[in-house]
């Protein structure tokens, strides 16, 4: 058996695609009337309309029910994940917990599975990350994805566990490459959505998502992830998907911004936040890292789109 927490359109993807597998899911939802609804229709017709729930997927609203040591898949906004884990670390704890989130926490500048080490330390943390869609593997297309876990054993049969007939798990002990990929393609995504928003074109996208490729290895390589790690699914992986599709949260909240257009507040924009602190850090460190820089300026209303292609455009010419 396994859990999955959150009932958002990822959470509910991956709990489709593990019991279509033929193995026993819990489903747990926060909201007790979106449960009822979802157990009486067999369909999360909020968050994933369409796709039906199988028969092995068990809806739940109590964490408590979940039997010890089943493995938990924590599919939360990363900004929320703190709060979901100290309200029920009773209950989560002495298991495999795997995040599902990708960021970097605003308040701490810490990633999920450092919150997770803080909070609930018998727990076993872990991360999954990589180019997806919840539509995609909700329908059972063929999706790729990386599970970190600085376990070696554990991280196996998490891997074993959550390989499906369409979800292929590799495998990593690099959890701060798995996790910085994750979080800096969504600030590069907005970058990007941005850039095709305002008309600038596809080759203007690639040299952005180019150099913003370069700047999350510049990071992550500072905080000694592993170089194949950034080159593999969670890193280049994520970002070529992240940038090119209108799927893409973060790269719809930036085509937006690039046409001066309002964005529905209610969706979750991850990078938004992310953006903020990983250029904390970054300055903390002395990483130089331009297009997440220009990202938070337009964000705070000092920059405007053009003025930060100005601004990248003018900087000074060296060799790549």
Known sequence: MIAVAGSGAFGTALAISLAANGQAVQLWARDPDHAEEMRRTRENARRLPGVALPDALQIITELETIPAEIPVLLSVPMQRLRDMLVLHKLA???RPLVAC???????TGLGPT???EELIPSAMPAMLTGPSFAADIARGLPTALTLACHDRAAGRALQQALSTHNLRIYRTTDTIGAELGGAVKNVIAIASGAVMGAGLGESARAALMTRGF????RMALALGAQPETLSGLSGFGDLA???TSDQSRNYRFGQSLGRGESFDASITVEGAATSRAVLERAREMKIDMPITEAVVAMLDGTLQLRQAMEMLLSRPLKEE
């Open 114 to 116: 450092a919150i997770i």
């Open 101 to 107: 989130c990708k960021g970097v926490e605003l308040s």
């Open 214 to 217: 370069a700047e999350m290895q």
């Open 241 to 243: 998907l992240t940038c």
């Open 92 to 94: 989560l704890g002495g």
